[in-house]
């Protein structure tokens, strides 16, 4: 059966990932003999679905797998999802409420059950989508953060963090999500700048007529003011020290404090002390003994504790408040304000400080492996413009939070009595042996296990160990089979903006528990911006399906558009004619195909031309193949594409295939073809990383192969020596034929009519070339000679001079014309040239490299000048 004319993904994509299913290509197993290559997968949420962020950085991770797999590494990419706390229990809420249920009237064990049912029915669908791409994961190796038994490794992780002193409990001021209604870690929240209103509130002097004028953002907070704060060293309040303040609305009396924090240039220099709800605030009130107030709920209304406005909304408050400060004479103005709010990265809620009991990790030790070795490049990120901001997080870092007030999740395996002790174990018969350690006396019958589950990176900085092994947690274990095969990982594929939520943990818990990195390099991709650079999203109407991408265009057409404008760490401006130009690409292969499979052999010598451009390809080849180990060592994925895609496109398809093409109807020699059909192979196989399914299927119309003879197990090119002036004879040859191309089109002379050329020298510098370009120009002779005579048009090629003679097919007085504007224009261009060389400041300043650029320039605009000159000469 004849190949169709256009290459279709749909007749093929599905067919072939279901074929290296079946032959276990992408399982890997342990093998002492040869060389493990491991990629963890970025864990996607549960409730995630496919967006243009996953493809590009998945479409990275199946390139770098599959060329190690055809390199001859045990590759494996080990697949997952991630419970995703806050996310997932979010979306089970929405659910329940659409069902008519609230959260709150349920047990723990209802909601949870209501949780997995939710997780079983939609939380895979990301994974299956993955292999629409192509994703080469090993499937028999997929993870999920709550599995049983990385359930247990989490808990034991904890439990051993909690015997060396790292995990403590204490009341801290945490980030507060109401929304969520869980404490954040400071990386989950998103601060950004907003438009708000800067209140300025009268406070009376209590036994005075006077008042002190306060500043505020969050005028709803003076119900919980402890004090009111100066600066000892202002003058202008001195008269305030010693005496107290009533907070409006309430007319509560407070202290006013002083304190060198306060900033005298900024509001009015004069500060509300509110301990309970801000973060500064409860540092000073700690150094001055102040009263915390706590007025909000954990759903962000106000409580008992406010006396005013009880059960309303924060924000509706903010409002109702400034109308009342107003009423009662106390607001003296407002101004529009931009202040740096914080926002929860999961829910968007703006971000309450909070005072809260929860658990925290201890950081300052336990990551100074982690500071240490990706600043000395044992750990490589790349681009190494991270490092930076790596540093800068890593030697300021604070404290870990580690509790959430959620359901779903990792529940903190700690137990409290009733007298408020507690212990921390994996169960609650060990809790109860622990207990009667520590008191035999003491009632062990109504002990209660802690409601707050880990934060989700608490148990994902464990996924480069866990995945393989999660018994490694545990003391004295050394690692299982595939945990010391595997680990460390090699390459890390993910965003910078979970640089510090993920990566750096991950790092952190490497060393902890293996003494080693969990991975060598960390290849960080860029955000996916539309062609306006506006990020992605589904609010903005921005952002295409993949899905819907990958039916209209294939996925190696969507794989290669993802690509073709995506550097390491720099954003990609994606534009869906990048991923047309991926189809393209695959017809452009297709269409080589069936030109080189329709051919006829016979055995017969080849032309010279054949053999030149055999060797010239040969070489060409090879060059490519030294050039991509280059790329894919600095992690240049998108160079490496444009490589390969050049090398197809233009110097197989528009060079290789013309010379060695047959005449219409005619033969080719079996030696050429043979030297064909060996190139065809090697450039599927450097292009199978990229485009896995047009690849595979070439590869078996190609020849006849073994059921598992496979291009995605096919051994990987390596460069052989080659013949560098062969590649630069090719290239001088190629921009002969390009300028008599571009002679004849400007003359409207057909490509069919033969043309002689003369070349300006005592002897032919197209060497073993002139065959090809007679061929691919429709040259009749090619002679050689010191000077032109007659009437015909002149080519440069390197300062070496052509001349087609042209007797009686062109039109002298328009030639002539147009040689004088070519003239002008070339005179106008060598001026400018000389005028930059002339001044002195420029050549003092400049580059040695732009000096030689520029010295060209005018090398090469003189002997077109010249040229130029003779040819209009013989005109006359």
């Known amino acids: ?75 494996c990419w080990v697949p997952g999802t991630d419970h995703a706390s806050i996310a997932t229990e979010t979306k089970v809420v929405a659910m329940l409420r659409e069902k008519g249920i609230k959260k709150s009237d349920l047990t723990r064990e209802e909601f949870l059950k209501y949780a997995w049912e939710w997780k079983e029915k939609y939380g895979g669908i990301i994974l299956e989508q993955l292999k629409k791409l192509g994703a080469s994961c090993d499937w028999d190796r997929t993870s999920f953060t709550m599995d049983p038994a990385y359930y247990e490794a989490v808990i034991d992780v904890f439990i051993d963090l909690h015997k060396k002193g790292y995990i403590y409990r204490g009341t801290r001021m945490v980030n507060w999500d109401p929304v969520g209604k869980t404490a954040l870690s400071d990386d989950e929240v998103n601060h950004r700048e907003v438009n708000s209103k800067l209140y300025y509130i009268n406070y009376k002097i209590e036994g005075e007529d006077g008042f002190v004028t306060i500043a505020t953002t969050r005028p709803e907070t003076i119900l919980a003011d402890a004090a009111v704060c100066i600066n000892p060293n202002d003058e202008r309040y001195t008269h305030l020290k010693g005496k107290r303040a009533l907070i409006p609305l309430l007319n509560k009396s407070i202290p006013i404090i002083e304190d060198e924090y306060v900033t005298m240039d900024f509001g009015t220099g004069c500060l509300k002390v509110t301990p309970a709800h801000d973060l500064n605030d409860y ?21 008992a504790k406010s006396v005013l406005y009880v059960g309303k909304d924060r924000f509706a408050v903010r409002k109702e408040i400034a109308k009342d400060l107003e009423a009662a004479g106390q607001l003296a103005k407002v101004e529009d304000y931009k202040s740096n709010v914080g926002f929860s990265e999961r829910t968007d809620a703006v971000i309450e400080p909070r005072l809260s009991m929860q658990w ?37 870092v604070r404290d870990w939070c580690i509790s959430r007030q959620l359901w779903w999740g990792h529940r903190i395996p700690v137990w409290y009595a009733s007298d408020g002790s507690y212990v921390v174990a994996k169960t609650q018969a060990e809790a109860v042996e622990l207990f009667k350690i520590q008191d035999p006396t003491s009632n062990i019958e109504s002990i209660r296990q802690d409601s707050d589950v880990l934060d989700t990176w608490f148990s994902s900085w464990l996924w480069p160990i866990a995945v393989f092994d999660t018994t490694i947690f545990k003391d004295g274990n050394k690692g299982n089979a595939d945990l010391n095969y595997f680990y460390p990982t090699n390459d890390l594929v993910t965003a910078p903006e979970i640089l510090f939520f993920w990566v750096a943990r991950m790092i952190i818990a490497g060393y902890e528990y293996r003494g ?18 506006r990020k992605m999203s589904k609010s903005l109407g921005n952002s295409p399906d993949p899905l819907d991408l990958i039916a209209t265009y294939g996925a190696d057409a969507v794989r290669t558009g993802m690509l073709f404008s995506s550097p ?54 090879n060059e490519t193949v030294l050039e991509l180990e280059d790329h894919f060592t600095k992690f240049r994925i998108s160079d490496a594409l444009h490589t390969v895609y050049k090398l197809v496109w233009t110097e197989f398809c528009a060079w290789y295939l013309e010379i060695v093409k047959p005449e219409f109807g005619k033969p080719i020699d079996a030696a050429t073809y043979k030297s064909t059909i060996d190139f065809f192979e090697t450039l599927l196989k450097i292009l199978h990383p990229f485009m896995p399914f047009i690849t595979e299927e070439l590869w078996h119309e190609l020849n006849t192969r073994g059921g598992k003879e496979c291009i995605v197990v096919a051994k990987w090119p390596r460069p052989s020596a080659f013949s560098s002036s062969i590649i630069d004879e090719a290239t001088f040859a190629f921009e002969l034929v390009t300028e008599v191309r571009n002679a004849r089109n ?25 065959s090809v370009v007679k061929k691919l120009a429709n040259i009749s002779t090619i002679n050689n000679t010191s000077t032109f005579e007659g009437s015909g048009i002149s080519v440069l090629v390197r300062a070496i ?48 490299k732009v000096i030689e650029i520029e ?22």
């Open 1 to 75: 059966m004849s190949l169709s004319t256009k290459y279709n993904p749909t007749e093929v994509e599905d067919k072939w990932y279901a074929y290296w299913l079946a032959n276990g290509f992408f399982h890997a197993q342990p093998n002492p003999a040869k060389e493990a290559y491991t990629i963890v997968i970025p864990p996607p949420n549960v409730t995630g679905v496919l967006h243009m962020g996953h493809m590009l950085n998945n479409t990275i991770q199946d390139i770098l797998v599959r060329k190690a797999r055809m390199e001859g590494k045990e590759a």
């Open 283 to 303: 540092e000073l009130g700690k150094k001055h003994g102040l009263e915390l107030i706590d007025i909000l709920n954990d759903d962000g209304t106000l409580n």
């Open 360 to 396: 925290f990790l201890k950081m300052d030790v336990i990551t100074q492996p982690a500071l240490k070795n990706v600043m000395d490049d044992t750990i490589q990120l790349l681009p190494p413009k991270f490092k930076n901001t790596y540093h800068h997080w890593m030697a300021n």
């Open 516 to 533: 080693a990195q969990p991975f060598k390099n960390v290849y960080l991709t860029g955000i996916v911006r539309d062609k306006q650079g």
């Open 568 to 621: 390491a760490g720099n954003d990609l401006l994606y534009d869906e004619k990048l991923v047309e130009q991926g189809r393209n690409f695959s017809n452009k292969i297709w269409n080589a195909f069936r030109l080189v499979k329709g051919w006829n052999t016979e055995p017969i010598p080849p032309p010279a031309e054949n053999k030149v451009a055999i060797e010239w390809f040969d070489a060409k080849l």
């Open 746 to 770: 400007a003359k409207g002379l057909s490509p069919k009519e033969s043309l002689q050329l003369i070349e300006k020298s005592a002897n032919s510098t197209l060497l073993s070339f002139s």
């Open 801 to 848: 001079e052509y001349f087609i003679p042209m007797e009686g097919k062109m039109d002298v007085g328009k030639e002539i014309e147009t040689i004088q504007k070519e003239l002008a224009y070339n005179r106008g261009f060598l001026e400018s040239i000389d005028k930059k060389l002339s001044n002195e400041k420029f050549v003092a300043s400049a580059p040695p």
């Open 855 to 876: 010295r060209k320039k005018k090398a090469d605009a003189e002997t077109k000048i010249k040229a130029l000159e003779e040819n209009l000469a013989r005109m006359n």
